[in-house]
Each structure stands twice: as structure tokens, then as C-alpha cells.
């Protein structure tokens, strides 16, 4: 493998790490987080009648 692309390679690794350490969170017992990922969970699926909130 050429220098060059292994470097593309280690620099695309190094952005993506960035993006992910970024969007995660340190609240991990929070009530509220937790069910807007079962939101964006399910909506990823395509089922989006309900949201979470609203089923108390």
C-alpha cells in the first residue's frame, strides 16, 4: 500500500474518532436520553406514530 493512502487512511480513522467522541455522552443514567434513542431507534425504522414523551 502507498505511503499516501495509508496516510488518507489514518487521517479519515482520526476524523471519524472525532465525529464519534463528540456525539457521545457522559449521561448515561439519564431517563430522557435513553428514550430519544428509542425514538431515533425507531424512526430509523420507519415507525413513528408514538414518541416516547408522550406515552407516560
Known amino acids: ?3 499516501s493512502t495509508f496516510d488518507e487512511i489514518i487521517e479519515k480513522y482520526v476524523e471519524i474518532k472525532t465525529l464519534l467522541k463528540n456525539a457521545l455522552t457522559d449521561n448515561i ?3 430522557d436520553v435513553y428514550l430519544k434513542g428509542i425514538d431515533a431507534s425507531y424512526n430509523y425504522e420507519g415507525y ?3 414518541k416516547t414523551k408522550e406515552m407516560k
Open 29 to 31: 443514567n439519564d431517563r
Open 48 to 50: 413513528n406514530t408514538y
Open 1 to 3: 500500500m502507498p505511503q
